[in-house]
C-alpha cells in the first residue's frame, strides 16, 4: 500500500479492509475528501478558467446556445459557431423567428444536426409560453423541447446560480476516477447516483462556478486517454489515481458498434440549361437529418466495394483522371472499386424505382464515410448524366425490369438512345412527370443557403473545386 493510498484513505476515513461506499452512500455522507475536492476545484478553476464567448455574462439563453452546441463537439470547434449563431439571432425571439432553414445553415457542419432543429423548438416554446425569457424555474426549464437534465442544471446553475448538477460524461469520468466509483456509467442508476453526488459536492452559492470548474477539469486535466494528474488541484486525495485505476476508470460497458450501410449516391452534372449545376435533393420532413440537402443516394444491399479506393492526393488524382475518361462507362476500367458495374447499375435502377429519377452512371468519384450513433454510411459516389422523370407506373416497374433501358454495364447505350429520344429541341429531358418536389439543381452559389450534411458538404466542395480547376 503506498503512502498515497493512506493519505486518501485517511481523508475519506476509508481503512484498508473497508467495503468501498456506494454512489448513493458517497452522496449523503460529508467526508473530508468532498470538502477538500469542492473547495480545491473551485479555487483552481476562479484562478485558471479560459475566457470562452459563453462566459462573457449570464445570459441564460447565451448559455443554453453554448450547451447544445458543446454537446459532442470541442470546444475550440463550436467558437466559431457559436459566435457567427449569436450574431445572426441575438435573442430568443430572434431564433424563435427565423427559418429553419437559416438555423441548418449556420450548424451546417457541426453534426447532430436535430441539437439546431430542438433548440429552435425550445426557442419558439420559450418565445410563446414565456414572453421570450427562460424561467428561472427547473421544472419549466426541464420541459423545454430538447433540454434534457444535464442541459437544464447547466442553464439553471450556470445562468441562475442554483444548486442544481450538470452531469455528463466528463463529469461521471472525473468523479468516477476521484472517487474510485467502479459502477457502469453506461447504466441509468448509476447516472442518477452521480447526480446526487455532484449536487452533494456543491458549494453554497457558487453553484454556476463549480459546475464549469467541473466541466472545466474534464476538458483540460482529468481528460479521457490521459489524465494529467500531476497538475490536477485534487490530486492528493484522488482515490482513482492512488489505487492506479485512473486509465481503467470510469467503466462503461461498450454500446453495440455502428451499423455499416453502403451507400450509391449520384454525383448528377447539368448539361444544357443546367450546365454548370448540380441535382441534389432535400431529405424528408422527419427521420434522420430531416429536412437537410443531399445528394440522390440509394441503400446498397449486398454491394459493399471489396476493396478500398485510394485516399488524399492518390483519390485525387483518380478522380481527376475519371472526370477526364468517365463519358462512356468504360472508365472503371482500373477504378479500386470491385464491383462497380453491379453498384452503378443498382444506383440506376433504385433511385428510378424510388424517386423515378433516371440517371445513367458514368464512372466513380470518390467515397466518403459519415458516422451516426447507430449507423456508419460508406457512401460511394459515382458521377451520372441525368436522362428523365419517369411516369409512376414505370417507376413501380424500375427496381424488377433488367430492359436494356436501364443498362449502364455496357457503355449505357441503350439508356443513352432512350434518353435522346425523349429530349426535345434542348428542352429539359421529362418524360411526362416533373421533376420530384423535393429535387433541384444548384450552382456552388446557392449552397450558401441550403443545410448539407458534412458528407456531402465534403463531396461537394471537392466537386466545385475540381470544376473550378479544370
Ligand atoms: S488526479 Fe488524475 S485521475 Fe484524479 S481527478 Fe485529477 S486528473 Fe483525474
Not at 447526480?195 to 467541473?214: M, Y
Not at 440522390?296 to 483522371?321: N, S
Amino acid at each position: 500500500m503506498t503512502e498515497r493510498t493512506n493519505a486518501a484513505d485517511e481523508v475519506s476515513g476509508r481503512s484498508e479492509n473497508a467495503t468501498r461506499a456506494s454512489v448513493s452512500e458517497l452522496a449523503g455522507a460529508g467526508t473530508e475528501a468532498k470538502a477538500y475536492f469542492s473547495r480545491e476545484l473551485l479555487d483552481w478553476y476562479r484562478a485558471n478558467k479560459r475566457v470562452l464567448p459563453w462566459r462573457m455574462n449570464r445570459d441564460p439563453y447565451r448559455i443554453w446556445v453554448s450547451e447544445v452546441m458543446l454537446q459532442q463537439t470541442r470546444v475550440d470547434t463550436v467558437i466559431p459557431y457559436y459566435e457567427r449563431f449569436l450574431a445572426k439571432f441575438p435573442t430568443i425571439t430572434a431564433l424563435a423567428e427565423a427559418p429553419e432553414e437559416e438555423v441548418l445553415k449556420l450548424w451546417e457542419g457541426l453534426g447532430y444536426y436535430s441539437r439546431a432543429r430542438n433548440l429552435q423548438a425550445g426557442a419558439r416554446e420559450v418565445a410563446e409560453r414565456h414572453g421570450g425569457i427562460v424561467p428561472d424555474n427547473k421544472d419549466m426549464v426541464a420541459a423545454l423541447r430538447g433540454v434534457g437534465p444535464y442541459t437544464t442544471g447547466a442553464i439553471m446553475s450556470i445562468a441562475f446560480n442554483r444548486p442544481e448538477p450538470a452531469v455528463d460524461g466528463n463529469v461521471m469520468r472525473v468523479l468516477s476516477r476521484y472517487f474510485c466509483l467502479e459502477d457502469d456509467i453506461a447504466k441509468p442508476s448509476t447516472r442518477i447516483g452521480i447526480e446526487k453526488l455532484a449536487a452533494s459536492l456543491i458549494p453554497e452559492g457558487a453553484a454556476g462556478d463549480f459546475n464549469q470548474a467541473l466541466m472545466e477539469l474534464g476538458a483540460l486535466v482529468c481528460t479521457p486517454k490521459s489524465p494529467g494528474c500531476l497538475t490536477c488541484p485534487v490530486m492528493a486525495h484522488c482515490e482513482g489515481r492512488a489505487e492506479g485505476k485512473e486509465h481503467v476508470l470510469p467503466i462503461k460497458t461498450k454500446a453495440k458498434p455502428p451499423r455499416p450501410e453502403t451507400r450509391l449516391a449520384a454525383l448528377i452534372v447539368g448539361t444544357g440549361e443546367h450546365a454548370g449545376q448540380l441535382l441534389v435533393r432535400q431529405r424528408p420532413e422527419s427521420g434522420l437529418l430531416a429536412r437537410m440537402w443531399e445528394l440522390p443516394h440509394v441503400l446498397a444491399e449486398g454491394l459493399a466495394p471489396k476493396k478500398k479506393p485510394a485516399r488524399g492526393a492518390k483519390a485525387k488524382a483518380d478522380k481527376l483522371a475519371a472526370e477526364m475518361l468517365a463519358i462512356d462507362g468504360s472508365a472503371m476500367a482500373d477504378s479500386p472499386i470491385v464491383g462497380k458495374e453491379a453498384q452503378m447499375d443498382a444506383l440506376c435502377r433504385q433511385l428510378a424505382a424510388e424517386d423515378r429519377v433516371l440517371i445513367r452512371p458514368v464512372g466513380w468519384w470518390s467515397e466518403a464515410e459519415h458516422v451516426f450513433s447507430h449507423i456508419v454510411w460508406d457512401v460511394q459516389v459515382f458521377k451520372a448524366e441525368f436522362g428523365f422523370v419517369l411516369e409512376e407506373a414505370e417507376a413501380a416497374s424500375a427496381a424488377s425490369d433488367a430492359s436494356d433501358r436501364y443498362k449502364v454495364a455496357e457503355g449505357g447505350e441503350a439508356y443513352a438512345s432512350a434518353a435522346r429520344e425523349t429530349a426535345a429541341g434542348g428542352e429539359a429531358m421529362a418524360e411526362g412527370a416533373g421533376m420530384p418536389a423535393n429535387y433541384r439543381w444548384i450552382s456552388e452559389a446557392d449552397m450558401a443557403e441550403l443545410a448539407f450534411p458534412n458528407v456531402f458538404l465534403r463531396i461537394l466542395r471537392e466537386y466545385w473545386e475540381i470544376a473550378a480547376a479544370r
